[in-house]
C-alpha cells in the first residue's frame, strides 16, 4: 500500500486571514478579525495518505467559527498560547487536548498570539490501532471531549509533528518517499492511539457541560443575528426563548467570549463586511456592503471598521478593487 505524501505552507498577512477558510482539510472555518494591528498567519498541512497533521500559528487575536471534518476524528492541542484560548468558549490547560468528533463544530478563540495543532485521522484506522495497542478498541466522544494527557506525552507529540513538519519542509521539492511517508503515519498514529489509550475518554467535568450549554446559547444568537441582519438582535426575545435573564446572558458573554452580546455581534458584521469589501463584485459599494450586514447609519459603520480594522471601509474596498 502506497502513502501519497504532501507539504503545504501557506502564509497569510494583513486581512488575508478573513479569507483563509482551509485551515482544516475537510472541515470550514470562518476567521474573524479582533484588532487594527498588523496580522500574519503561518498555516502548514502535511499529508501523508490518510492521516493529516496540521498546524497554525497566530500573531494576532482571533476567531475561529467553523466545523470539522465529516468523515474522520480529529485530536487537536494549543501547543503555544494555551493561557488565551478557549475551544467551544472553553479556556484550555496546558496539560489538555481535544478529541473532536466527525463534523463537530468548534469555536477556536484566542486572545492574543497562539498555536495549534490538529491531528486528522479515520476513525477505522485509530480503532484499528487502540485495539492492537490496548487490547480493545476505544468509544470516541460524537461531540468535542477535552481530556488530560502526561505532560510527556503532550510534549512527545508536540515535538513528532514539528519534527514531521520540519523534515517534510527540508525534503521539498521532491517531496517524501513512500516508504518514509508510511512510517511517519503509523508513528504519528501511534503516538496519539498511545496517549488516547492512557488517558480518560469517558470523563466530561462539570466545567465541560456547563460550557457546552453556554457555547450553544451563542451560537443560537449568532444564527439569529445571521436570520435578521437588518435589525438588531433582541437579547430580549433571546432571554425568553432560552430561559436565561438578560442579565445571565450579559454575564455569559463576558464571561465566556470576554464580550458584551452587542460588541460580538457587531464583530460578526463588521468581519462579514471585511470579508465582502476584501473580494468586492462588480459595482460592489461601500454603502450596499454596509446595509447588507445591518449597519443603518454609515458615519458610525466607518468609524466602527476604522476602529476594529486600521482603515477606513473606503480604503479596503479601493485597494481591493485596484487588484481586480
Keep these: 500500500m502506497t502513502h501519497p505524501s504532501l507539504y503545504e505552507r501557506h502564509t497569510y498577512s494583513g486581512f488575508e486571514p478573513a479569507h483563509a477558510f482551509d485551515v482544516v482539510y475537510g ?38 467559527q467553523g466545523a470539522m471534518p465529516k ?86 507529540l508536540r515535538t513528532l509533528v514539528d519534527d514531521a513538519m520540519a523534515l517534510a519542509g527540508s525534503l521539498q521539492p521532491e517531496g517524501i518517499g513512500a516508504r518514509l511517508a508510511l512510517e511517519m503515519s503509523r508513528s504519528l498514529v501511534t503516538a496519539y492511539a498511545d496517549a488516547l489509550c492512557a488517558a480518560d475518554l469517558e470523563h466530561r467535568s462539570s466545567r465541560t457541560l456547563s460550557a457546552d450549554r453556554h457555547y450553544h446559547l451563542i451560537l443560537a444568537c449568532e444564527r439569529l443575528l445571521q436570520n435578521q441582519l437588518a435589525t438588531d438582535v433582541d437579547l430580549t426575545e433571546i432571554a425568553r426563548r432560552s430561559g436565561y435573564s438578560l442579565r445571565s446572558i450579559e454575564h455569559i ?19 462579514g463586511a471585511l470579508r465582502d469589501l476584501i473580494a468586492p463584485g462588480e459595482g460592489c459599494s461601500v454603502t450596499e456592503v454596509a446595509t447588507r450586514w445591518g449597519f443603518r447609519h454609515l458615519s458610525r459603520f466607518a468609524s466602527q471598521y476604522r476602529g476594529t480594522f486600521g482603515e477606513l471601509p473606503s480604503q479596503t474596498l479601493a485597494r481591493a478593487q485596484a487588484r481586480m
Design 71 to 156: 468523515d474522520c476524528v480529529c485530536i487537536g492541542m494549543v501547543a503555544e498560547g494555551w493561557g488565551i484560548t478557549r475551544y467551544n468558549t472553553q479556556s484550555i490547560d496546558e496539560g489538555e487536548i481535544q478529541v473532536y468528533g466527525p463534523g463537530v463544530e468548534l469555536m477556536y478563540h484566542a486572545a492574543g498570539a497562539s498555536r495549534w495543532i490538529n491531528f486528522t485521522v479515520p476513525h477505522a484506522v485509530l480503532q484499528s490501532m487502540t485495539a492492537e495497542r490496548l487490547g480493545r478498541p476505544l468509544k470516541f466522544p460524537a461531540r468535542v471531549t477535552s481530556i488530560r494527557i502526561a505532560p510527556q506525552r503532550r510534549i512527545y
Design 253 to 271: 458573554f463576558k464571561q465566556r467570549v470576554g464580550m458584551t452580546p452587542g460588541r460580538w455581534f457587531a464583530n460578526i458584521r463588521l468581519n
Design 27 to 64: 472541515g470550514h472555518f470562518e476567521h474573524r478579525l479582533l484588532s487594527p494591528k498588523p496580522a500574519t498567519m503561518d498555516h502548514r498541512r502535511l499529508t501523508l495518505g490518510h492521516v493529516r497533521i496540521e498546524t497554525g500559528r497566530y500573531d494576532f487575536p482571533v476567531i475561529a
